[in-house]
């Protein structure tokens, strides 16, 4: 669970599926595709709690299909 904060302000909390030794983000899906809003999902979190990497993985179909999402924000 993740803080969700606008403007300095505490307005709720983001519900991660996993956070990998506190560096990466994994989000589990189950549907046919990918949305469009999945991406962004994974994006507001990595910006949250400012990581540079999250997957976004896809057990629907015949095989995983998983997508590397970057935080542009985030030098190492």
Same mark, same amino acid.
């Given at each position: 669970?993740?803080?969700? =904060?606008? &403007? #300095?302000?505490?307005? #709720? &909390?983001?519900?991660? *599926?996993? @956070?990998? +030794?506190?560096?990466?983000? $994994?989000?589990? &899906? %189950?549907?046919?595709?990918? !949305?469009? *809003? *999945?991406?962004?999902?994974? $994006?507001?979190? @990595?910006?949250? /709690? =400012? @990581? &540079? $990497?999250? /997957?976004? %993985?896809?057990?629907? #179909? ?6 590397? /999402? @970057?935080? =542009? +924000? /985030? !030098? $190492?």
């Amino acid at each position: 669970m993740v803080d969700l =904060s606008f &403007k #300095g302000e505490k307005i #709720g &909390k983001y519900f991660l *599926d996993f @956070l990998i +030794e506190g560096k990466i983000i $994994l989000e589990l &899906k %189950a549907t046919p595709f990918f !949305h469009p *809003d *999945d991406f962004y999902q994974v $994006l507001a979190y @990595l910006k949250a /709690i =400012s @990581l &540079k $990497l999250g /997957i976004l %993985a896809n057990f629907r #179909g015949r095989k995983l299909v998983y997508k590397r /999402i @970057l935080n =542009s +924000e /985030i !030098h $190492l």
